[in-house]
């Protein structure tokens, strides 16, 4: 009995789950190691390995909201990837940049879901425009509370 309780208990320690580390393009580092930051600044703090990919690929997928420009994908307990159309991460002013990695870090690091309030950066549509926060500092940080303080509704 004794030999079937350590088998047991050595196949469970075997089969616990173990976050791999970050993979994450160099493009989107920055921008990352500050989100793990402002995420203690506002209360919520993260381990910076998240067992998360962050990567360039081709998406523009057409979608009944317009192209998807960003996506998160749960692949794994403990490994999410960050799929963001290089193309358009080119083209994009650096306020958008943050916009779009963050939205996509609030569904894959804070597990939020997409939100019926148009100013709120978990929308479904990123409208650039809206948050203006290049000009107004104070939109900045509302962005960032308001994403820190929400509980994260599930994946």
């Not at 089969?15 to 506002?42: G, H, K, M, T």
């Not at 159309?85 to 690091?109: I, K, P, T």
């Amino acid at each position: 009995m004794k030999k079937f309780f350590v088998l047991l208990t050595m196949l469970s320690l075997g089969c616990a789950r173990e976050v791999s580390n970050n993979n994450i393009d160099p493009a989107f580092q920055p921008l990352y190691d500050q989100f793990i930051e402002e995420s203690a600044q506002n209360g919520r703090p993260l381990d910076a390995n998240q067992g998360l990919t962050i990567q360039f690929t081709t998406l523009e997928q057409k979608t009944s909201l317009g192209i998807t420009i960003g996506s998160c994908d749960h692949v794994s307990f403990g490994h999410s990837t960050i799929s963001i159309d290089r193309a358009y991460w080119n083209s994009m002013l650096v306020q958008d940049q943050f916009l779009l990695l963050y939205h996509e870090l609030g569904h894959c690091v804070l597990a939020e879901n997409h939100v019926t309030d148009p100013t709120d950066i978990m929308f479904a549509v990123i409208d650039y425009p809206t948050y203006n926060f290049n000009m107004n500092p104070s939109s900045y940080n509302k962005i960032v509370q308001q994403l820190f303080a929400k509980e994260g509704d599930g994946l």
